[in-house]
C-alpha cells in the first residue's frame, strides 16, 4: 500500500511561513498584495478564484478579484493589466486562465510586469526557468518538488516521466526535476506506447486531464505516482489521470485527487506573491 502525499496538511505549513513573511511585512508599512483576473463565466475557474481568496485571507495577504465579462476585448484586459503594473500597492498578478476565445495569451501573459508575474508565465520568467535561475517558482511544478522534498523523496539519479508538455505544468515540471538531476522523459498525445515509457518511471507525473488514462499496469511497482489532473467524474466528483484503486496497491507514494497537488500549487502562489512584496519593499 502506497503512503499517501498529503498535499493539504504539507501546504498548510507553507502558507503559515508565507502568513509570518507577511505579517513581518505588514509591521513595516506594507501590505502584501495579490490582484486576480478573472475574464468570463467558466464555472471551474470561479472556484479556482474564490480558493486563492481564501488563501490569501489565511495568509495575511490582501487578495481581490476583478472580474470581467466573458465578451471583455484584449485591448480593456491589455489596459487593466497596465493600470496594475503601474500600481506600487500591487505585487502579484494573475490572470486566470483559461481565457475566452479571442484572447492572445501570448500577448496577456507578455503584458503582465515580470516582476509581478506570480503565476512565471511572462517570458522573460519562463526563460529564467529554463536557465535555473527563476525569478518565481512556476507554481503547479514547484509545489510538486515541495511535496517530493517533504517525504524526503530526491529525484537526482532517478527516471522521471512526465506525461503532458503544457507550458503551464508538463514543461517546467520537465525542467525542474532535471535542475534536481533526474533523467527525464516527456510524454504527450503523440507518443505511441505510452505505458512503454511510464513503466520505466521510478517518478511518475501525470498532467494531461483525462479520467482513467494511467492505469495500474502502466505503473512500475515501487513507483512514486504525482497526479496533477483535477478531472470531473459523471457524479461530479473530481479524479484524477491515474486509476487510484489500481495505482495504490503499487506504488510506494501516491497523490490522491483532490488533497495532493491543488493545495501545493495555491501555496506556492501565496509564496511568490510574498516574495513578490518583499523585493518590492527591498527596492
Ligand atoms: P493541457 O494544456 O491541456 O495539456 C495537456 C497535455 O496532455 C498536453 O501536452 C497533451 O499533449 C497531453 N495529452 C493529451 N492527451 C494525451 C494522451 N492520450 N496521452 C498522453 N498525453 C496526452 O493541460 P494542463 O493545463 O497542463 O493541465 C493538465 C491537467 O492538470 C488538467 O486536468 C488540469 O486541470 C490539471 N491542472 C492541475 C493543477 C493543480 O494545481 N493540480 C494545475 C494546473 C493544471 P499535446 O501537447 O500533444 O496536445
Same mark, same amino acid.
Given at each position: 500500500?502506497?503512503?499517501?502525499?498529503?498535499?493539504?496538511?504539507?501546504s498548510?505549513?507553507?502558507?503559515?511561513?508565507?502568513?509570518?513573511?507577511?505579517?513581518?511585512?505588514?509591521?513595516?508599512g506594507?501590505?502584501?498584495?495579490?490582484?486576480?483576473?478573472?475574464?468570463?463565466? *467558466?464555472?471551474?475557474?470561479?472556484i479556482?478564484?474564490?480558493?486563492?481568496?481564501? *488563501?490569501?485571507?489565511?495568509?495575511?495577504?490582501?487578495?481581490?478579484?476583478?472580474?470581467?465579462?466573458?465578451?471583455?476585448?484584449?485591448?480593456?484586459?491589455?489596459?487593466?493589466i497596465?493600470?496594475?503594473?503601474?500600481?506600487?500597492?500591487?505585487?502579484?498578478?494573475?490572470?486566470?486562465?483559461?481565457f475566452p476565445? &479571442?484572447?492572445?495569451?501570448?500577448a496577456?501573459t507578455?503584458?503582465?510586469?515580470?516582476?509581478? *508575474?506570480?503565476?512565471?508565465?511572462?517570458?522573460?520568467?519562463?526563460?529564467?526557468?529554463?536557465?535555473?535561475?527563476?525569478?518565481?517558482l512556476?507554481?503547479?511544478?514547484?509545489?510538486?518538488?515541495?511535496?517530493? *522534498?517533504?517525504?524526503?523523496?530526491?529525484?537526482?539519479?532517478?527516471?522521471?516521466?512526465v506525461?503532458?508538455?503544457?507550458?503551464?505544468?508538463?514543461?517546467?515540471?520537465?525542467?525542474?526535476?532535471?535542475?534536481?538531476?533526474?533523467?527525464?522523459?516527456?510524454?504527450?498525445?503523440?507518443?505511441?506506447?505510452?505505458?512503454?515509457?511510464?513503466?520505466?518511471?521510478?517518478?511518475?507525473?501525470?498532467?494531461?486531464g483525462?479520467?482513467?488514462?494511467?492505469? &495500474?499496469?502502466?505503473?512500475?511497482?515501487?513507483?512514486?505516482?504525482?497526479?496533477?489532473?483535477?478531472?470531473?467524474?459523471?457524479?461530479?466528483?473530481?479524479?484524477?489521470?491515474?486509476?487510484?484503486?489500481?495505482?495504490?496497491?503499487?506504488?510506494?507514494y501516491?497523490?490522491?485527487v483532490?488533497? &495532493?497537488?491543488?493545495?501545493?500549487?495555491?501555496?506556492?502562489?501565496?509564496?511568490?506573491?510574498i516574495?513578490?512584496?518583499?523585493?518590492?519593499?527591498?527596492?
Amino acid at each position: 500500500m502506497a503512503e499517501i502525499l498529503n498535499g493539504i496538511t504539507t501546504s498548510k505549513a507553507i502558507k503559515s511561513e508565507v502568513l509570518a513573511r507577511a505579517q513581518a511585512l505588514r509591521a513595516k508599512g506594507t501590505e502584501p498584495r495579490l490582484e486576480v483576473i478573472l475574464v468570463g463565466d *467558466d464555472p471551474a475557474s470561479a472556484i479556482y478564484v474564490k480558493h486563492k481568496e481564501k *488563501d490569501c485571507a489565511e495568509c495575511g495577504i490582501k487578495g481581490s478579484t476583478r472580474r470581467l465579462p466573458a465578451d471583455t476585448g484584449q485591448e480593456k484586459l491589455l489596459a487593466l493589466i497596465a493600470e496594475l503594473n503601474a500600481d506600487p500597492s500591487v505585487h502579484g498578478i494573475l490572470i486566470q486562465q483559461p481565457f475566452p476565445q &479571442g484572447i492572445d495569451t501570448f500577448a496577456v501573459t507578455g503584458a503582465v510586469d515580470p516582476r509581478k *508575474d506570480v503565476d512565471a508565465l511572462h517570458p522573460e520568467n519562463v526563460g529564467l526557468i529554463a536557465l535555473d535561475r527563476p525569478r518565481f517558482l512556476p507554481c503547479t511544478p514547484a509545489g510538486v518538488m515541495a511535496l517530493l *522534498d517533504t517525504y524526503g523523496i530526491n529525484p537526482k539519479g532517478l527516471h522521471c516521466v512526465v506525461v503532458g508538455r503544457s507550458h503551464i505544468v508538463g514543461k517546467p515540471m520537465a525542467q525542474l526535476l532535471l535542475a534536481r538531476h533526474a533523467t527525464v522523459s516527456i510524454c504527450h498525445s503523440r507518443t505511441p506506447d505510452l505505458g512503454a515509457i511510464t513503466r520505466q518511471a521510478d517518478i511518475l507525473v501525470s498532467a494531461v486531464g483525462r479520467l482513467g488514462l494511467i492505469t &495500474g499496469d502502466m505503473i512500475k511497482p515501487g513507483a512514486v505516482v504525482i497526479d496533477v489532473a483535477m478531472n470531473k467524474k459523471p457524479d461530479g466528483k473530481l479524479a484524477g489521470d491515474v486509476v487510484f484503486g489500481e495505482a495504490e496497491p503499487l506504488a510506494a507514494y501516491i497523490t490522491p485527487v483532490p488533497g &495532493g497537488v491543488g493545495p501545493m500549487t495555491r501555496a506556492i502562489l501565496m509564496q511568490n506573491t510574498i516574495l513578490a512584496a518583499e523585493r518590492c519593499v527591498e527596492r
